[in-house]
C-alpha cells in the first residue's frame, strides 16, 4: 500500500504565492507518477477532480492550461517528495487540492482515474 500525505495548503490573497508538499510511504518503488487535482469545495462531490499538474521519474511533466506559467511541480525522488509551487493566484484557484501517485510513467494520461492512490487533499483558499 502507498500513503500520500499533504500540506502547505492555506489562505492566501489574489496575486500571492503558496507551496504545497505531498509525501509518499509504504511500497514507494512501485510509485512513478506523481501530481495534484483539485476539485471546488462548493461543487458537486461526485464531480472528477481536474488535473492540476503531475510528473514522472524522469521529469516529464504536464500541466492545465489554466495554471501553466504560474505553477510548477517538481519533485525529489530521494525523499518521496512531490512539490507544487502555485504563485499568481486568483480566486478560481481556491480548492481542495489532492495529492496523487500512480504506477504508470504517462504523463500524458490525466484523467483521475489514471491515478492509483490519492491523499486526503489540502484547502486551498484564494481571497480577493
Known amino acids: 500500500q502507498v500513503q500520500l500525505v499533504e500540506s502547505g495548503g492555506g489562505l492566501v490573497q489574489a496575486g500571492g504565492s503558496l507551496r504545497l508538499s505531498c509525501t509518499a510511504s509504504?511500497?514507494?518503488?512501485?510509485?512513478?507518477?506523481m501530481g495534484w487535482y483539485r476539485q471546488d469545495p462548493g461543487k458537486d462531490p461526485g464531480k472528477e477532480r481536474e488535473?492540476?499538474?503531475?510528473?514522472?521519474?524522469?521529469?516529464?511533466?504536464s500541466y492545465a492550461d489554466s495554471v501553466k506559467g504560474r505553477f510548477a511541480i517538481s519533485r525529489d525522488n530521494a525523499k518521496n517528495t512531490v512539490y507544487l509551487q502555485m504563485n499568481s493566484l486568483n480566486p478560481e484557484d481556491t480548492a481542495v487540492y489532492y495529492c496523487?501517485?500512480?504506477?504508470?510513467?504517462?504523463?500524458?494520461?490525466?484523467?483521475?482515474?489514471?491515478?492509483?492512490?490519492w491523499g486526503k487533499g489540502t484547502l486551498v483558499t484564494v481571497s480577493a
Open positions: 509504504g511500497s514507494i518503488p512501485s510509485l512513478n507518477v
Open positions: 488535473l492540476v499538474a503531475v510528473i514522472n521519474k524522469s521529469t516529464s511533466k
Open positions: 496523487g501517485a500512480a504506477r504508470h510513467s504517462i504523463v500524458a494520461i490525466t484523467a483521475e482515474d489514471g491515478i492509483d492512490f
